[in-house]
């Protein structure tokens, strides 16, 4: 007999960070429920309407996905936990932009992507973010022979569904 459960068990799903500009100034959250769609040229993402990053994100059209390595850990738990209404969260990392001139991205962080928002959607009381991939960038520690190689990012990893733990990534197999 299967163990039913209510719950997604879509899992496990890479931490980011997501970076707006809240008032000219870089914020960052955690997001844990976050997928890619269309081959990878959008990201969707579920936020609480309630999030200070939020306003950011309406004020300028664009955002940030940064993955952070373990590394970072402690730094993530500071932006899972604690508001850009309380805290400088931006003051946490050296700040870089791209192309979009109005998405912060993480320099501490393997891996950045900088997004334009294409869509919102009104889910209250959250939102669903989806947002157009506008240019990637990896720090070249992440390569192998010139391919990004995820083992070297270190992400973590969030696992939902009853399991909310965080985990690495394991051994390629294929
Ligand atoms: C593992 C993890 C996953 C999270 N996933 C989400 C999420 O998908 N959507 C969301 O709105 N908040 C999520 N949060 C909560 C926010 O990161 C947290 O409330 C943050 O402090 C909000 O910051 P802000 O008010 O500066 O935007 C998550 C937190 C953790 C620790």
New binding site residues.
Partial sequence: MKQEFSENLLSPLP?VLVGALVDNHP????????APFDFGKYIF????K?????SGIHQNKTFSVNIPSESLLAE??I???????E?D?GALFDNFYGELKTAPMIRQCALNMECEVSEILDYDP?EGIIGKVIKSYADPECLTDGKLDMRKAHPIL?AIGGD?N?YRLGDRIS
Avoid: E, H, Q
């Fill in positions: 931490v914020n960052y959250l955690v997001i844990g429920y976050i993402f579920s936020l609480y309630k999030r200070y990053t939020r993530t738990r932006c899972g936990s604690k508001s850009g209404r805290v969260k959250n969030f909310y965080f």
